[in-house]
């Protein structure tokens, strides 16, 4: 939102772009230099690196760890997974969610399975999806893909339930029948909704491929985090943490610019 | 006698009220409302607000079924939106935000499947009428509320539907936008000459406008109070010669407001 508000401000007067990107750039570096100092001061003061390690220890464990290639490896396992499940997901919940919201049968249909399943995380089925799609990659996906297919679904019908009537009549005051409207009305009209239902399935897909990498895995930055514990290495539990918020960032930003530069007539706003 | 282009005959609707306190309880919105317009002819629906002028205007457009009588557009009955009556919305609501005006106006050809090269003229000569030039790679969160309604007006005239009809076209905008949209409307309509019905709650616009002028009575169970012909000649402006007719309306309609006020007060005082 502050993001969005910050480039519409800066659309208007484009001449101030570069003063105001460099004073966002310098909070920011501020802002970083801050919880380094109160970190250090932090893990100075406490004095027992097993239990809260400075930033100079993490950097040398995240030096350790990309110089094995292991970091690398977690990674991209994760990453991996996350890819895959979430497109996995959201191919299956954008027509899903349309369905639901064109048809009143299927909305009652899937009513409480929606609302049953919207108070269970993914992460209660860690365990039941590791017994039935065992400790390999389609346990993790399984889990994905359920979270995603659930947000974009849910969201899309939202979308569509909320296309104004006037639309509709519009489009078939001018000539179009009710596939057209389907096609040419509601589903532009949703695309912003659509997104946002795979942002938040993207922050899902993060939070599911921890827990079940966490609970069984042999790779992943969830298994890295885990594991490190066992050897009372809390470094390399921080560097897979830091590691964790640096991925998310990037593929925050990632959607971000995709769907400004994709999607920028549908007025998409994250 | 020819075919009138829209005939209302005895029609009516009634409302199921789904909301509390009043739920399950039925709202007579319009009671035996009967008028017809021929073709060519400009008819303004003037009343006071909330008495069911939109929804006359949305069973006309086939929006919404009558609850009693029927409503005929040359000579057939209603059954559903039609290519051959276009609507220009009042909000903006209605018009495609992820369109350019040119595409905006575009979509009624684009779905009927005209060739690109026909499409690309008809585009170009109805932004031109409703002086757009210049706008039109503008997506309507671009453009003002003036803007917004010509892109409305051009959308449909694309069409070349025999019958417009708005709903309160220039209600949102301003009075110096809304002033300038009349004349322009008033222009565009002697160069087109479609049969038009016009909701509006302002009688003046009614009176620059209107060949006809038919006002509502106020709801519950609204119909039309009187029909008044306009003999002025167009284009018109203010003068000596409104002001005869101008009082007569706005004594009639004066009476069905103070009647919808007093039917609130009344609500309001057994109400509480």
């Known amino acids: 939102m502050q993001a969005a ?27 970083l230099v801050c919880a380094l100092v109160v970190w250090s001061l932090l893990a100075w003061w406490v ?63 899937m009513d409480p399975y929606v609302e049953f399943f919207r108070f269970i995380p993914p992460i209660a089925f860690v365990s039941l999806a590791v017994i039935w799609f065992g400790l390999g990659e389609t346990s993790k996906i399984v889990l994905i893909v359920y979270t995603t297919v659930f947000m974009v679904a849910i969201n899309t019908m939202i979308g569509v339930l909320g296309v104004e009537p006037d639309k509709r009549f519009a489009a078939l005051c001018l000539g179009a029948n009710e596939r057209q409207v389907f ?80 999607l920028k007539r549908y007025d998409v706003r994250l | 006698m020819p075919l009138p282009d829209v005939e209302v005959r005895n029609a009516g ?76 919305f009042q909000g903006d609501a209605a018009l495609f935000n992820w369109l350019t005006t040119e595409e905006n106006v575009e979509f009624g050809l684009r779905m009927r499947g005209l060739p690109l090269a026909q499409r690309r003229r008809i585009v170009a000569d109805n932004i031109r009428l409703v002086g757009l030039e210049g706008f039109e790679h503008h997506h309507p969160n671009q453009l003002s509320g003036g803007m917004r309604q010509r892109v409305q007006i051009a959308r449909v005239l694309a069409n070349d ?45 009614s009176l620059l406008l209107g060949d006809r002028i038919a006002v509502m009575t106020a709801g519950p169970g609204a119909t039309i109070k009187k029909v ?24 009639a309609i004066e009476e069905e407001v103070m009647k919808s006020m007093r039917q609130v007060s009344d609500a309001s005082s057994s109400g509480g």
């Open chain 1, 5 to 31: 508000l910050a480039v519409e401000r800066t659309a208007r007067w484009p001449s101030n772009w570069s003063s105001e990107a460099m004073q966002r750039a310098a909070i920011f570096a501020v802002s």
């Open chain 1, 47 to 109: 004095a027992k690196p097993a239990f809260l390690p400075s930033p100079v220890k993490t950097f040398e464990g995240a030096i350790e760890l990309i110089r094995s290639g292991e970091l690398q490896a977690d990674i991209a396992a994760s990453f991996a997974r996350i890819i895959v499940g979430f497109a996995l997901g959201t191919l299956i919940g954008i027509p899903l969610g349309l369905l639901m919201g064109m048809s009143p049968l299927m909305r009652t249909f």
């Open chain 1, 183 to 262: 096609v040419h009305v509601v589903i532009p009209a949703v695309v912003p909704n659509i997104v946002t239902g795979m942002k938040i399935a993207m922050g899902n897909s993060f939070m599911t491929v921890v827990s079940a990498e966490m609970v069984a895995a042999k790779s992943g930055v969830g298994f890295l985090i885990f594991n490190s514990r066992l050897f009372l290495l809390t470094e390399w539990i921080f560097v897979g943490i830091i590691t964790l918020g640096l991925m998310g960032f990037i593929t925050d930003r990632a959607l971000r610019i995709l769907a400004a530069t994709l």
């Open chain 2, 13 to 88: 609707r009634t409302f199921t009220k789904r909301a509390r306190p009043d739920r399950g309880r039925e709202y007579v919105a319009l009671e035996n409302v009967s008028f017809s317009i021929s073709p060519g002819e400009f008819l303004c629906l003037l009343g006071p607000s909330g008495c069911g002028k939109s929804t006359l205007l949305r069973m006309v457009a086939g929006f919404l079924p009558p609850s009693a009588g029927e409503v005929l557009v040359r000579g057939d009955r209603v059954k559903g939106p039609g290519m051959d009556r276009a609507v220009v």
């Open chain 2, 161 to 205: 539907p025999a019958i417009l009809l708005m709903d309160e076209p220039f209600g949102a905008l301003d009075a110096q936008t809304r002033g300038i949209m009349q004349q322009e409307l008033s222009r565009i309509w002697s160069s087109r000459r479609k049969t038009v019905l016009f909701i509006t709650h302002d009688i003046d616009e």
């Open chain 2, 228 to 251: 008044l012909p306009v003999p002025l000649v167009r284009p018109r402006e203010f003068g000596e010669n409104f002001l005869g007719l101008r009082r007569e309306i706005k004594a």
